[in-house]
């Protein structure tokens, strides 16, 4: 009788237990969530970091438009109808000219 009750693992499951998956949620987590995040805003960062004038470009909010001027934090870009506005660099999403001229 006493050999059974020390061969029984202790009620609730002991730390190792808990902690365990509680370990693989944050691997699973960093895995599929942090890691594809990070991996993208650097990608964005080049993308931006190789922009230059003449260059299609489309903003986060959506206003496309072709570079006419950079200085270091800005772009003047020119929309429709010769329109120019001012834009941060954190502004631009996706760049147009890449995406319309199909790599040979």
Same mark, same amino acid.
């Given at each position: 009788? $006493?050999?059974?009750?020390?061969?029984?693992? *202790? *009620?609730?499951?002991?730390?190792?237990?808990?902690?365990?998956?509680?370990?693989?949620? =944050?691997?699973?987590?960093?895995?599929?969530?942090?890691?594809?995040?990070? &991996?993208? /805003?650097?990608?964005?960062?080049? =993308?931006? @970091?190789?922009?230059?004038?003449?260059?299609?470009?489309?903003?986060?909010?959506?206003?496309?438009?072709?570079?006419?001027?950079?200085?270091? $934090?800005?772009?003047?870009?020119?929309?429709?109808?010769?329109? &120019?506005?001012?834009?941060? &660099?954190?502004?631009?999403?996706?760049? @147009?000219?890449? /995406?319309?001229? *199909? &790599?040979?």
């Amino acid at each position: 009788m $006493t050999l059974t009750v020390i061969l029984d693992p *202790p *009620p609730g499951g002991g730390m190792l237990g808990t902690l365990g998956p509680m370990v693989l949620i =944050m691997i699973v987590f960093y895995f599929f969530m942090i890691r594809p995040q990070v &991996k993208k /805003a650097k990608d964005l960062k080049k =993308m931006v @970091a190789e922009l230059k004038k003449g260059d299609k470009i489309v903003t986060t909010a959506g206003i496309h438009g072709r570079i006419t001027d950079m200085n270091e $934090t800005t772009f003047l870009i020119e929309v429709e109808g010769g329109t &120019k506005i001012r834009f941060d &660099k954190s502004a631009v999403s996706l760049d @147009a000219t890449k /995406a319309v001229v *199909p &790599k040979a």
